[in-house]
């Protein structure tokens, strides 16, 4: 009986789904995380009739087939990249990112990965890193001597020098965009790297044209909706239910069959 394959992919795309949203859920206090969705596509069907093949030797067609469905497949993970609510540290190293962009830092392998987790901090020789020790481009060092760090709007880090009357610039924090950041791929730790399908990343300063503006003393937090996904996850095991319910029934009319005589 189809009935019991098909049951059987509902049920794994429906695990599949508590398993995405199960993530979201413990990402809740995640700095920047963005909530991710499960997208599922029907499966092949059997054509039992083709629609539109003659239905008689004198031209009639079927109006419609007989089409049985085999099922469904999970295709994608969605990434949404909403704006998460911006918490208050008053940390002087933490950032947050109020509108577009991504942070960047320099892996080990040299490569960039991007970042919307703004909690820096300084390394042994007072370079801006994240709190993987990676850090972030372009380079900024703050002198030991270095007092009433400001980062502002545009990105700039301006710090009070012994013996100086004015503010110095220690340097300029610049943001990457994408054509289609959901191509980005995650590679934990709060790290995305770049991929084909998210496109080149175009750099500039924030407050730019199309860039976001920095926020200093505060952390984008996740943005996951605890009650969209409770919800979700009521609905995701109500159909991991009502899948198994198909195969158990697929089953009592087999049990059914096989008890004729």
Do not use: C, W
Not at 53 to 81: C, E, F, K, W
Not at 129 to 144: F, M, R, Y
Request: no cysteine; aromatic share 4%; glycine share 10%.
């Amino acid at each position: 009986m189809r009935s019991l394959s098909i049951g059987a992919t509902g049920m794994q795309a429906q695990q599949l789904n508590v398993e995405v949203i199960s993530n979201n859920i413990a990402n809740l206090s995640t700095t920047g995380f963005k909530r991710s969705r499960a997208e599922f596509q029907d499966m092949l069907y059997e054509n039992l009739r083709r629609v539109g093949s003659p239905s008689s030797d004198t031209g009639t067609l079927l109006p419609s087939g007989l089409q049985v469905g085999l099922g469904v497949m999970p295709v994608a993970t969605y990434r949404i990249n909403e704006q998460g609510n911006l918490n208050v540290t008053n940390n002087p190293y933490d950032i947050a990112i109020n509108g577009r962009g991504f942070l960047q830092v320099q892996r080990p392998d040299g490569t960039t990965a991007y970042t919307r987790a703004g909690s820096l901090q300084l390394n042994q020789d007072g370079q801006l890193v994240n709190p993987e020790g990676l850090p972030v481009i372009p380079s900024i060092t703050v002198p030991s001597n270095a007092t009433g760090i400001t980062i502002n709007a545009a990105g700039q880090v301006l710090a009070n020098i012994d013996g100086q009357s004015t503010q110095s610039n220690l340097g300029q924090l610049q943001l990457a965009t994408f054509t289609n950041p959901t191509g980005l791929e995650s590679i934990g730790n709060n790290l995305l790297k770049e991929t084909e399908s998210s496109g080149s990343p175009v750099t500039g300063n924030p407050q730019a044209a199309g860039f976001g503006s920095i926020v200093q003393g505060s952390l984008e937090t996740s943005n996951v909706n605890i009650v969209s996904e409770i919800t979700n996850l009521i609905t995701a095991q109500r159909a991991y239910e009502m899948n198994s319910k198909v195969i158990k029934t697929s089953d009592e009319m087999l049990t059914t069959i096989s008890q004729l005589r």
